[in-house]
């Protein structure tokens, strides 16, 4: 009887200490937060930065164009503050929209688009991660003191 008992105690006291390993190698955190691999997109506002992710519908909306074996067109662009760039993969290799300052980064496999409102004056420099070495930059010039 004394051993069952001690036994049960054992395997308990084991399973209590080993529920921790495996809670965090399902990615739980303590106080039930579940951690999740992060994706290539922004988040959800950028209130501080001068960025909204999605556009409006009454902000006006600039395409640029990101094209295989040429970059992006056009590659640099001036608009006014409230302007939603909108960058589209045209081709058949898939590029990025990566913000300099890390602010946002996208991918974009061919056909897919990806759009930013920029609410702030600045100068916001990006580039396609994969082809940054063959020219793949561009700027986007918010307001008019640049």
Known sequence: MKRSVLFA????????????QV???RGWRPGGVVSAPAY????????RMGYLPAPSSQAPVVVVNAIDKVG???????????????WVSRGQ???TVTSRDGLFDANLPPGATFSVTFLRPGVYHYFCRPHERMGMV????????Y
């Open 9 to 20: 105690l054992l395997a308990g006291a084991f399973a209590v200490l080993a529920a921790p």
């Open 23 to 25: 809670s965090w190698a």
């Open 40 to 47: 290539n997109s922004p988040p959800p506002v950028y209130p």
């Open 72 to 86: 992006f067109r056009p590659k640099t662009i001036a608009v006014a503050p409230g302007t939603t760039v909108r």
């Open 93 to 95: 290799h898939t590029h």
């Open 138 to 145: 561009g700027t986007v010039i918010v307001g008019s003191g």
